[in-house]
């Protein structure tokens, strides 16, 4: 396709790939992701191929932890749907290359915004599983650059069709934690300023996971007076909070010559949390050999 899409089809592009994260799985859906790409491809078949990036978008989407194997499968699918995809639309553009007016018809039909949109969807699918396989990876003590490299040029390209503004926050966000974990926090961080600008009236509990990345690419660049500036009274009753005061206290124990008042100001509302919050504390505190009796002082 050459040029910018015309606006009509760009947001008929954009109401499609909006409704990426509401589509059902299709019922009996078989898991072998690559085989049933494969077979689509072979088949020549738009509605098989759609099929296939529809189950693995839901795949990844419900499963709160993919395995490793599913991942690899889903991506292995994608790439050859995304070599399928264009197979058709060369076939298309050869039917009628020697007709201006049939090749410029064809760009403007139906046929080629559906081809468009299974491009998109399937970048934007691929993009998450590669990002969710560096995330696993980076729980084990893994290299995910790669991964995240990977994410990053996925989300990159689907960006330029989403108009969602809950799908495009989302993508970017995880654009920024892709470019942090690929190595590159200075980017991360710009990543994330334009977030913060773009997306200042984001509901509450995206606006505490965006400072929690913002304070984790600060603490990446080394930059603790920032992390400390960002991490300031965070919400322990949420995952995003109990993060941030977890991050704050690593913080501030590993400041040379750090108040012992600033660290039990941190600590005592974690250790009074209980559980998995309190935990945490216990562990910093014993790092630094510190007791919780010492802190509650």
């Given amino acids: 396709m050459n040029g910018v899409l015309p606006t009509a089809r760009a947001l008929a592009l954009a109401a499609l790939l909006g ?20 077979d689509a491809v072979d088949a020549g078949s738009l509605a098989g191929m759609q099929a296939v990036v529809r189950d693995a978008g839901n795949a990844i989407r419900d499963d709160a932890a993919p395995a490793a194997p599913l991942l690899a499968d889903i991506v292995a699918a994608l790439d050859r749907l995304e070599a399928g995809v264009g197979t058709l639309r060369e076939r298309r553009e050869a039917a009628v290359e020697t007709d201006e007016a049939a090749l410029e018809a064809l760009y403007e039909s139906e046929d080629w915004l559906r081809l468009e949109h299974l491009e998109g969807e399937l970048q934007y699918w691929r993009g998450w599983a590669r990002f969710r396989s560096g995330s696993r990876k980076t729980a084990a003590g893994l290299d995910p650059a790669e991964d995240y490299r990977a994410a990053r040029r996925d989300f990159a390209r689907a960006m330029r069709n989403i108009r969602d503004p809950a ?3 989302e993508t970017l966000l995880a654009t920024a934690i892709a470019e942090r974990g690929a190595g590159a926090p200075e980017r991360s961080a710009e990543t994330l300023e334009r977030v913060e600008r773009l997306f200042a009236d984001a509901p509450a509990e995206f606006q505490q996971r965006l400072r929690l990345e913002r304070a984790r690419s600060a603490a990446a660049l080394g930059n603790s007076r920032r992390v400390l500036s960002l991490t300031g009274d965070p919400d322990l009753g949420t995952r995003a909070g109990r993060d941030l005061a977890d991050l704050r206290l690593q913080t501030l124990l590993s400041r040379s010559g750090e108040s012992p008042a600033r660290i039990r ?14 935990a945490r504390a216990v562990v910093a505190l014993g790092g630094a050999e510190l007791t919780s009796v010492e802190i509650a002082r």
């Fill in 167 to 169: 799908v495009a926050r």
């Fill in 265 to 278: 100001e941190t600590a005592r509302p974690m250790l009074a949390a209980g559980g998995d919050t309190a």
């Fill in 19 to 38: 409704a990426l994260c509401v589509a059902g799985l299709s019922p009996g859906a078989a898991a072998n992701f690559e085989r049933r790409a494969q």
